[in-house]
């Protein structure tokens, strides 16, 4: 069974008159009486809320405190006319009740559901099945994933369970009904609720809970057996404090956990082990490049799972399947002005760790872009073992490990929304000795694969694709990859590069011929780290079993984002504003030769070359735009800047016409498509072409169109095209489904807003 997030539906509610049994009155058992109460459950919904507990001392606690309308030591005398009994004692203990209940169930109303919180789900669906026969319908198993040192009635906390997660494991016999009653139950507390397979609940819990408290208790053991007197905890500080807080644990419970999950959490243990010891023999060895691998891909696999509790990234929320949906909601008309910088350049940042990882030596990169899509790239290389500083501020430091350096992933390579860093990893581990798999997020596995898998078959790798070319890609380690000769069907640097790196893995020559330029970082940077690559007119090629050698990496800004601004200035009176250190590629500045033929003042200062690349500060002041026909030529050196060219040709005077564009239909979104949609909702004048568009501009010096919610489509840059839109716009644009800019361009809205634009970020609920 799938995970499946079930928040943010109805409201919860249980039925009136309910008579709530929890048998256990302790921490979990109290904060969950406690949660209800402050739900107002039993308050004027002739509910009950009842108690079952050997310990009288904690009914009696229980009742002062207000938990609980009643309680009794013997189940027999709380469960008449029951219709929800929690089960929450310890986990050996649930076998004994469970036995207890179904002598009693006949006394219980004719609705009962049952559920427990036990945190290990097959021994307890083992003792329901002896104590019953079988697992009732009405048995939900569940488990609330909150809890605390403390334990005991006294410490019931009525917010223990807000924003925690409750696993259920529902099996296909339970009872819709009864699944019902128990997701309400726990979305009353303000739990979100998640449902999942008995296995697997088992199995993450003991990697994620059970593991983390065996250390715990272990090393506090450990150390305080070595220091009969204690002595040696007075001089404890953060570091034991942090690790060991959860061995104050309830010990009877925990010996219940072990003792009930014996299997997964000897796995896990065993994982466990392995690592220690690869960890042991770093020390042992002094091998530094080990341990700061390992400690790299710990911190950041840490700062990540950060992101996710503050639900701060991108990833997070697709992970997570987050249901609030960030909106921008931008305010109509301005101007725009000041000096900005904008963010790294994506493509040379995904190449840089990768070429970097693949060198011999250590590379050093500035101006990295710290977005989602190349930080994916940097992790992938992580999960094969390469040691990766930083970033701190753009800075990383990667310790290569040669051509033949990297080991197999422990799992899948997941890459988010990168169509780049797939496709390059595509080439790049079809050469490798050991199988991977590819993987991706809703908006990426809909792109397509078979673009760059049918090539890298032809030269010899094994490749699978889900239907129709989709991710995932699962590749067969060990081919004896051949060059080829390779005439690309359509103007892709991504497949160039795909098969330049394939090409190092291969024998004898590998040639790629381009039907139009594109952009050439990936042979520009190859020949800088001392890997030869060669061009004639169209085609380029390499030699296989070459070498890489490291060396610094100054990424310039990366011009796909400053076309956002360079927009923005062009639309709108008063506006002037310089971009600085952008990357000006020759392959790349389709963007400023358009804008300059539809009449921009545009203007190229401080020209340099940085590391290879030529950059330039933009300087661009506001002067009417007129509609053009956007030459074909021009199309490949502009591929990612037309969502904003399109805003642009709307304030233009008359009609921009773009043909031969059919690859916009396969980037983050079908771009043609969102565009034209989101340009009809603001009043645009556009007509759709298989392969392009015309747009008629207004051309006025006011509101050149009306505005409207728009959707990006799962695409950062139709979310940012129709963020600057607002600067033209009679009234305010709101943009759904926002989060994704972060992909690209981490920091947009702060830029934005200290340019002039109006830009608020609202978090709302999914329907
Ligand atoms: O090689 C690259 O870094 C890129 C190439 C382009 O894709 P295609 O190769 O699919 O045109 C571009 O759209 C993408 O954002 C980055
Ligand atoms: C198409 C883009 O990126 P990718 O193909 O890497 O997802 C883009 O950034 O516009």
């Known amino acids: 069974m799938q995970e499946v997030a079930t928040r943010g539906a109805v409201p919860a509610s249980l039925p009136r008159a309910s008579r709530i049994v929890i048998v256990g009155l302790g921490l979990i058992g109290g904060s969950l009486a406690a949660a209800l109460r402050k739900a107002g459950v039993g308050q004027g919904d002739d ?25 009794s030591t013997q189940l027999s005398e709380v469960i008449e006319g029951a219709t929800l009994v929690v089960l929450a004692v310890p986990v050996l203990a649930m076998g004994q009740v469970m036995g207890e209940l179904g002598a009693l169930r006949g006394r219980a109303a004719g609705d009962l559901v049952i559920t427990d919180v036990g945190s290990t789900k097959a ?34 906390n009525p917010e223990l369970y807000q924003a925690h997660k409750v696993i259920l494991t529902p099996t296909c016999a339970t009872d819709p009904d009864a699944l019902e009653r128990v997701r309400a139950l726990w979305q009353l507390t303000g739990a979100e609720v998640l449902e999942m397979d008995v296995a697997r609940h088992d199995q993450v819990l003991a990697r994620t809970s059970h593991l983390p408290h065996l250390l715990a208790f272990s090393l506090v053991d450990t150390l305080a057996r070595q220091d009969e007197r204690l002595e040696i905890f007075r001089y404890a500080a953060g570091g034991f404090r942090d690790f060991t807080r959860i061995a104050g644990s309830d010990p009877v419970m925990w010996r219940d956990i072990f003792q009930a999950n014996r299997g997964a959490v000897l796995e896990a243990l065993d994982d466990f082990e392995s690592g220690l010891a690869r960890l042991r023999d770093a020390v042992n060895r002094g091998d530094g490049d080990g341990l700061l691998a390992t400690f790299d891909r710990a911190s950041h696999a840490r700062h990540y799972f950060d992101t996710l509790l503050n639900q701060t990234s991108y990833q997070a929320e697709y992970q997570m399947q987050e249901s609030a949906m960030l909106r921008y909601r931008v305010a109509p008309g ?56 930083g970033p701190h501020q753009g800075r990383v430091t990667i310790h290569g490990v040669g051509m033949h350096g990297l080991k197999k992933p422990a799992g899948p ?29 809703t908006s990426l596995t809909r792109r397509p694969m078979g673009r760059v898998a049918d090539p890298l078959r032809q030269m010899g790798a094994v490749i699978d694709t889900a239907e129709g070319g989709r991710p995932p890609l699962r590749i067969k ?25 394939a090409g190092m893995f291969a024998e004898g020559e590998t040639r790629v011929r381009e039907p139009a330029p594109t952009r050439d970082h990936t042979e520009r940077m190859l020949n800088g780290f001392g890997y030869a690559v060669e061009r004639e007119g169209d085609t380029c090629w390499l030699q296989g079993g070459g070498k890489l050698a490291a060396g610094p990496i100054d990424v310039p800004s990366d011009i796909s984002s400053a076309t956002f601004f360079l927009v923005a200035a062009a639309i709108t009176p008063g506006s002037d504003l310089v971009l600085e250190h952008v990357g000006i590629n020759p392959t790349r500045i389709g ?86 949609d989101g340009m009809s909702v603001l009043g645009i004048d556009n007509t759709l072409y298989d392969d392009g568009i015309d747009i008629v501009g207004k051309g006025g010096d006011g509101a050149n169109y009306g505005g409207g919610r728009v959707d990006s489509h799962e695409d950062h840059r139709i979310a940012m095209a129709f963020t600057i839109a607002a600067l033209r716009a009679s009234s305010p644009i709101e943009v759904n489904d926002c989060a994704n800019v972060a992909t690209s361009f981490p920091g947009f809205v702060e830029l934005a807003r200290g340019v002039g634009l109006e830009l608020e970020e609202v978090r709302e609920e999914q329907a």
Do not use: W
């Open 477 to 501: 380690g060990g081919q004896a990859l051949k060059g080829i000769h390779y005439d690309m069907p359509m103007a892709s640097a991504q497949v160039k590069s795909c098969l330049l790196l």
């Open 413 to 441: 390579l997941y890459v988010g929304n990168a169509g780049t860093a797939m496709r390059l990893f595509a080439g790049l581990l079809a050469g490798q000795a050991f199988d991977t798999e590819l993987t991706g997020d």
């Open 334 to 389: 301005g101007s725009v002005t000041g000096r900005i910088r904008v963010p790294g350049d994506k493509s040379i940042s995904h190449r840089s760790i990768m070429l970097g990882a693949l060198s011999e030596g250590v590379t050093e990169v500035s101006g990295f872009l710290e977005g989602e899509d190349s930080l994916a790239t940097l992790q992938a290389f992580r999960e094969m073992g390469v040691a990766i500083e």
């Open 591 to 676: 963007v400023i030769n358009i804008l300059t033929a539809m009449g921009a003042d545009l203007r190229l200062e401080n020209e340099r070359e940085v590391g290879g690349e030529p950059v330039a500060d933009l300087h661009i002041r506001y002067r009417p735009l007129k509609g053009i026909d956007i030459p074909e030529d021009q199309v490949p050196l502009a591929i990612d800047e037309f969502p904003a060219l399109f805003i642009a040709a709307a304030n233009a005077e008359g009609t921009t016409r773009l043909r031969g564009a059919e690859e916009l239909r396969v980037k983050e979104s079908d771009r043609l498509q969102s565009m034209a």
């Open 47 to 71: 509910s009950l809320i009842l108690a079952c507990d050997p310990d009288p001392k904690e009914l009696e606690c229980g009742r002062r405190m207000g938990l609980i309308d009643a309680g």
């Open 123 to 156: 021994a307890i669906e083992a003792a329901a099945i002896e104590a019953f026969g079988e697992l009732p319908a009405r048995f939900v198993l569940g488990h609330p994933i909150a809890g605390s040192e403390k334990s005991g009635v006294a410490a019931a």
